[in-house]
């Protein structure tokens, strides 16, 4: 591939291409996590016991959910390669076997979210919790299928470069989630009550309506029909093109569960601090995810014009679109940590108006602030390598950054002396900062050396001209 000098200056053009997929992906993801405070409002609704059911139940869900969907969502970049090198006509076959690799996901997610039943002995002796936390997931299960069938749906839109159906779906989600989980949650009618395992039926039925809902846009776009009736036939799976893909999204979903994981195991070791302690950090842990949708909206739209540029084998354009998303991120990272310096007050009213918690808080918010800038920096670097189709880095950077170094010191700061008097849970966003900064870098270096494998320097670049120099699916 020919190499091109860098860009000076963001090309709009671009820009408009990287926001035009950002914002509806962000849109979305807020969408997303709208869906699971509809979940949290209403089975609290219906009882404090139906409520820690349900929250149960979303801790085995959440992490297995995010992981075995990072596998899918692969597939977009390697659709958005395969259309930057001219080879649209293989699309089709591609979403086939994701269709096939997404079937094979749904029994594994099945199979460990029903491991679950065994699992929930070891948390709490509670009978009515575990069954309720056993009765959500019976009826989450029902919409596993549909929820890995529109992953694979919505890959083809964004690898496609349309982000605006997931982000529709999405509002159609949030929608039913309301009337659906009042209804099935404390009963209407004929439909008996059930708790707070009908927010776990309430979504299972929105994932079909979903997914149906993609399938029979993709039938109504002229140009997705073709593709859509290749995915829906019965040939036979290539063990080779899913393995690839499996290949691909596999560190993704490594990392993805060791990141969750992480962040539950510091959870657990503040515990014993208090549960005013445990609050101030829980927000402090909601407002940080929330903040954290636009940075991870802009990797992942990121990803896609990376893998297109790649695809087309056109460095000058890649390294043009690098250069127009890293004002996007810094802006974003530097009003989002002004907003949560300025507005912690405000912010933490939202979730509490205990003072001891609000104080605790206002610390915490103050480190979060810093968290943004190599949480941003980290989520940019992901978008950037998956776009080039190395992933192994990423599970390697995370499990160093957050297990390696991460866990160990959270525990010395939170709970002992042996460095600075014990911190607290101040001490764990020390460490997540730390632990950030330190994937931030390993993922930096690792993308400098993909870059230059993809882009190599060639002696007489300067008198070539940056236009694709054929057009094939590496």
């Known amino acids: 591939m020919p190499f091109c000098p860098p860009i000076p200056r963001p090309d709009p053009h671009e820009l408009r291409r990287l926001l035009a997929l950002m914002l509806p992906l962000y849109i979305g993801n807020l969408m997303q996590m709208g869906m699971g405070v509809i979940d949290t409002i209403v089975a609290g609704h219906a009882g404090a016991g139906e409520l820690a059911g349900v929250a149960l139940a979303c801790a085995l869900v959440a992490p297995v959910l995010c992981s075995v969907g990072a596998v899918i969502s692969m597939v977009a970049p390697m659709i958005s390669r395969l259309r930057g090198a001219g080879c649209a006509g293989k699309v089709g076959y591609l979403l086939l076997q994701a269709k096939w690799l997404a079937l094979g996901l749904t029994l594994l997610e099945c199979a460990v979210l029903a491991a679950g039943h065994f699992l929930w002995p070891l948390v709490t002796e509670d009978a009515a919790l575990r069954a309720t936390a056993d009765a959500y997931i019976g009826f989450f299960l029902l919409g596993v299928p549909g929820n890995l069938l529109l992953r694979v749906a919505l890959a083809y839109f964004e690898g496609s470069g349309r982000t605006r159906p997931g982000m529709l779906f999405s509002l159609m989600g949030l929608l039913l989630n309301i009337p659906l989980n009042i209804i099935l949650v404390f009963g209407c009618g004929p439909i008996p009550a059930l708790g707070g395992a009908g927010c776990g039926l309430a979504t299972a039925m929105i994932y079909w309506c979903m997914a149906l809902g993609a399938l029979g846009l993709m039938r109504l776009s002229p140009g997705s ?29 490594f990392a993805t569960l060791s990141e969750v994981g992480f962040f539950c195991v510091i959870t657990m070791i503040i515990a014993p601090l208090g549960e005013r302690v445990v609050a101030a950090n829980q927000v402090s842990i909601s407002i940080s995810s929330l903040i954290f949708m636009y940075p991870l909206s802009l990797g992942w739209a990121v990803a896609i014009r990376a893998g297109y540029h790649i695809g087309a084998e056109n460095a000058c354009a890649f390294r043009r679109m690098v250069r127009t998303a890293l004002p996007l991120l810094a802006g974003g990272v530097l009003f989002f940590m002004l907003g ?24 915490l918010l103050l480190l979060c602030a810093l968290y943004q800038i190599p949480d941003g920096i980290q989520s940019f670097l992901n978008g950037l390598l998956r776009g080039c189709q190395d992933t192994k880095a990423i599970s390697r950077a995370t499990i160093i950054g957050y297990w390696g170094v991460g866990f160990p010191l959270a525990c010395v700061l939170i709970r002992t002396d042996w460095v600075v008097p014990a911190m607290g849970a101040a001490g764990a966003w020390v460490s997540f900062i730390v632990s950030l900064s330190l994937v931030a870098l390993l993922l930096g270096l690792r993308y400098r050396r993909t870059a230059r494998r993809l882009f190599p320097e060639e002696k007489n670049a300067k008198n070539r001209a940056c236009e694709p120099k054929s057009r094939h699916f590496a």
Not at 344 to 352: E, F, H, N, V, W
């Open 225 to 253: 029909r073709e593709q859509l009736r290749t995915m829906l036939t019965m040939r036979r799976p290539d063990l080779r093109l899913m393995g690839r893909i499996l290949r691909l999204g596999a560190p993704v979903a």
């Open 340 to 363: 949560t310096l300025m507005g912690r007050d405000s912010l933490i009213a939202l979730y509490t108006q205990d003072p001891e918690v609000h104080a605790t808080a206002r610390v």
